[in-house]
């Protein structure tokens, strides 16, 4: 296997002894370069874990992952990660934010000058050049997400990993945010690794969904192939009947097969 | 793990008074900017407008001056009476006019005026409070770092912090065998505590969200120290640099009473030796007033450094 990422045989177990928890059994994946991959799932199923390990934050149990021929041991740039609740530093404004990345990431290799230059291309990317000098406090929570996705494109990652990066969003802004997302994807190609529990949100964006299996000793269940065209027309997949059916097979998986443990404990 | 937990609580309430405070302020003093650039561009040229900002300048400013008023009315009304010990405010004023008009007199020895007086403990406290600052810091970033350090540091701190200050003014006296750095050392060992406290709570409770930024943007530990670390910790730091304040102030006084010298502490001392009461009262309202001002400067610096990193 020559793939881009690849996620080989990973288990995940938390704590020892009599009060370990299994949390990953086997998970396995391959991911080609400029693909995107959503991963589906209850909540608690480890799909986060998952996403952390890749992301080097957490440490596998055995099993390995491999990215473009090296393996991953501890975080990097290269694989930067978009957080849930943003984490912005709040003392900074919202260049600086995207400006401390950016000063770490290339300092040896574009000039101070090449570096401000690509601070302010990237937040204006994520359409935020109006805010530069404000502070995350003083931004709406979209806005702060934007900063976020900026913040970790800006480091130029072989794999964007994506930690339910609009969970915390109102409806509206997370549509706004995702097309965003479509189409700076379309634009320069990258690696999408996302987490998230929204089925609109995953057959939309993706090329693959993986979908994970309830936990503990959380595997992958199945993993959907979304054939559609793109760039894809939010309004225009409404009435798709493709895009039904793979929606449709997503809540299948998540609903029948399996069930929320919360729900079925009820 | 109780340690810390009764920490957080011991100093909980110190903890809060700067984010409670904060947050008012911050709107407020945003308020006040959007009002004043309304008003500019017609200075003046609407009454009504005029009327309603004095109406708001007085309700600020009449109950503090109300209550002051009934106060020191009361006093007089007390200390009026025949036989009355302690002096009134119109006779504290009457017999330390010399004092109040010419605070910078010079008669050689201790005799100088009260600004020296002051200036001579605020030196001292600036002295203790430098260096319990510089260590305080260190060791709370040390004992918030490391588990090691904590569970080592912790129990000696906790037993240490609870010596009154004034205990250890004989066992400095012993060591440095002269009284100015002696009272430097009391108010250093006294100012140290909430420092080191407070600064390894805030390292402690560094958000992880932070931390992994750090770890996935490779910070080296320079970088985190510099950028994560102390303005994550900021808020709590400047809660203990302000409780540590205050109880330097505290500690100078009474410091100074058993030292001697000049300093606004002996000057209460020997004033109560030559049964000038008056003296006293002044002392006590210059040492309040003193001591209100280095607590505001601290709140200041504070909220200057910190502006931010309380929201989330």
New interface residues.
């Given amino acids: 296997m020559t793939s881009y990422l690849s996620i080989e045989h990973v288990h995940k177990t938390f704590g020892e002894g009599p009060s370990a928890t299994e949390v990953l059994r086997d998970v396995d994946l391959h991911v080609d370069r400029g693909e995107f991959i959503s991963i589906i799932g209850h909540s608690g199923c480890g799909k986060s874990t998952v996403l952390n390990i890749v992301?080097?934050?957490l440490e596998t149990s055995t099993g390995a992952v491999i990215l473009d021929g090296k393996e991953v041991s501890?975080?990097?740039?290269d694989?930067?990660?978009v957080?849930q609740?943003h984490?912005l530093?709040?003392?900074l404004t919202v260049r600086d934010n995207v400006a401390?990345?950016v000063d770490?990431?290339f300092k040896g290799t574009k000039s101070a000058a090449e570096r401000r230059e690509w601070v302010l291309q990237t937040l204006d990317m994520v359409g935020m050049s109006h805010a530069l000098d404000k502070?995350?406090?003083e931004i709406s929570g979209g806005m702060k997400q934007r900063v976020g996705i900026a913040r970790a494109l800006a480091m130029e990652p072989k794999v964007l990993l994506m930690d339910e990066p609009f969970g915390a969003l109102d409806a509206l802004t997370r549509a706004h945010l995702q097309d965003e997302v479509m189409r700076i994807q379309s634009e320069l190609g990258n690696t999408v690794l996302m987490v998230t529990h929204d089925v609109d949100e995953a057959v939309l964006l993706s090329d693959r969904i993986v979908m994970m299996t309830n936990g503990p000793a959380a595997t992958i269940g199945e993993i959907l192939e979304i054939d559609l065209p793109k760039p894809r027309e939010r309004l225009a997949m409404a009435d798709n009947a493709e895009y039904n059916h793979y929606r449709a097979e997503v809540l299948r998986f998540l609903h029948e097969r399996h069930k929320n443990p919360e729900s079925e404990a009820a | 793990m109780s340690a810390i937990l009764d920490r957080t609580l011991t100093f909980g309430a110190g903890r809060e008074r700067p984010a409670a405070e904060a947050s008012p302020t911050q709107p407020v003093a945003r308020k006040a900017t959007t009002t004043a650039a309304r008003a500019q561009p017609r200075p003046g040229a609407d009454p009504a407008a005029w009327s309603r900002r004095l109406r708001n300048t007085a309700a600020v400013v009449l109950p503090p001056l109300i209550v002051t008023a009934v106060f020191l009315f009361l006093w007089e009304m007390m200390t009026s009476s025949q036989g009355a010990v302690l002096p009134g405010p119109s006779q504290v004023i009457s017999d330390t006019w010399e004092l109040i008009v010419n605070p910078f007199y010079d008669y050689g020895g201790n005799d100088v005026g009260m600004a020296w007086q002051l200036l001579a403990s605020l030196e001292r406290v600036a002295y203790g409070y430098a260096l319990a600052v510089v260590a305080g810091i260190g060791l709370g970033v040390l004992v918030g770092q490391s588990t090691w350090a904590m569970r080592g540091l912790d129990p000696l701190f906790q037993v240490l912090r609870t010596v009154p200050p004034l205990a250890w003014l004989p066992i400095s006296l012993a060591a440095f065998q002269a009284s100015n750095p002696s009272a430097i050392f009391v108010i250093f060992i006294t100012a140290i505590w909430p420092i080191i406290i407070n600064t390894s709570v805030g390292i402690r409770n560094i958000?992880q969200?932070?931390v992994?930024?750090a770890?996935?943007?490779?910070?080296n530990g320079f970088?985190y120290f510099t950028?994560?670390m102390l303005?994550?910790a900021?808020p709590y730091v400047f809660s203990g640099l302000r409780i540590g304040i205050g109880l330097a102030w505290l500690a100078i006084v009474a410091a100074e009473m058993l030292i001697g010298g000049v300093g606004i502490g002996f000057f209460i001392w020997d004033a109560w030796n030559a049964s000038m009461l008056s003296d006293i009262v002044l002392a006590l309202v210059y040492v309040g007033l003193v001591g209100f001002f280095l607590d505001r400067l601290v709140a200041i610096v504070g909220n200057w450094v910190?502006?931010?990193?309380?929201?989330?």
């Avoid at chain 1, 501890?74 to 740039?77: F, I, M, R, S, V």
């Avoid at chain 2, 770890?215 to 910070?219: D, E, Q």
């Fill in positions: 992301a080097g934050l501890k975080p990097g740039p694989r930067s990660v957080f609740n984490s530093l709040p003392w401390l990345a770490k990431t502070r995350p406090d | 958000s969200d932070y992994n930024v770890r996935v943007l490779r910070l970088e950028k994560i303005p994550a900021a910190t502006r931010g990193t309380q929201a989330g």
